[in-house]
């Protein structure tokens, strides 16, 4: 289950575009449509996504694997996977709080992709400032 670079890019722009689509429809009050419609896109590409973030974690898992750097990958899939989950549970209580299901309040929405993005900026300042051995 390997894409070629070309082709995540395709993929990538096709669902932006579609999710872009609908979200001015929805905002320009042409389409009387749930906002969980509207996010449907999104949660298509996510799905891809974590599918085969999920093969390529379970294929550590096969007779035959080489495990060299295996540590440092196996946490880097790992961080992927919590990503994604965050991101989920961004757009999932942004979608609740919409459709007003909830009354919960703005900030308490927010806590998902705050953490997701503190996460991703020490992410990033690991792979600035950590000293690497060859």
């Not at 390997?2 to 890019?9: K, N, T």
């Not at 540590?71 to 790992?78: D, E, L, M, V």
Request: charged share 15%; with cysteine.
């Amino acid at each position: 289950m390997r894409m070629s670079l070309a082709q995540r890019v395709l993929l990538t722009w096709l669902f932006t575009l579609l999710f872009l689509i609908m979200l001015v429809l929805k905002l320009d009050e042409k389409a009387p449509w749930n906002w969980f419609l509207i996010f449907i896109p999104v949660w298509i590409f996510d799905t891809i996504l974590l599918v085969m973030l999920i093969v390529k974690m379970a294929g550590r898992c096969k007779s035959g694997f080489d495990p060299r750097n295996g540590a440092q990958n196996i946490k880097k899939k790992t961080w992927y996977l919590i990503a994604m989950l965050l991101k989920l549970a961004f757009c999932l209580a942004l979608c609740a709080k919409l459709q007003q299901f909830t009354t919960m309040k703005l900030a308490y929405v927010f806590i998902p992709l705050w953490a997701l993005l503190i996460g991703g900026m020490v992410e990033l300042g690991y792979n600035i400032f950590c000293v690497r051995r060859d």
